[in-house]
């Protein structure tokens, strides 16, 4: 029986995870700021470690852009992680779901 549950997972949920860890792990931080921010423009007050901003000013300056235009790609980098992860918890619920009576009949084998 657990053999037979391990050869399904395997066929079954592996590949989707994979997939999801495959655009997981090639998540890189934008080269770039987006060109736009749909028209608005936000000003909000940041308050940041005086470590971070030292690596900040440090990495902007190797860069060739501002601490701002980091802070906007770390933001989005953010967004991006949080997107995947919930793609891939709804990609392994629909395996589990659809293949529910089948994960049952191969637990009661």
């Given at each position: 029986m657990?053999?037979?549950l391990a050869r399904l997972l395997d066929r079954r949920v592996l590949p989707h995870l994979a997939a999801g860890w495959r655009a997981y792990?090639?998540?890189?931080?934008?080269?770039r700021p987006p060109a736009s921010l749909g028209g608005e423009?936000?000003?909000p007050n940041l308050r940041v470690p005086?470590?971070?901003?030292?690596?900040l000013e440090q990495l902007a300056a190797e860069e060739h852009t501002s601490k701002s235009a980091l802070l906007l790609q770390g933001a989005e980098l953010v967004l991006q992680r949080h997107?995947?992860?919930?793609?891939?918890?709804a990609g392994l619920d629909f395996v589990m779901s659809h293949d529910a009576e089948l994960l049952k009949r191969?637990?009661?084998?």
């Open positions: 657990a053999r037979k792990s090639q998540c890189r931080m934008p080269s423009s936000l000003a005086e470590e971070l901003d030292r690596q997107r995947r992860g919930r793609d891939i918890s191969l637990e009661d084998a």
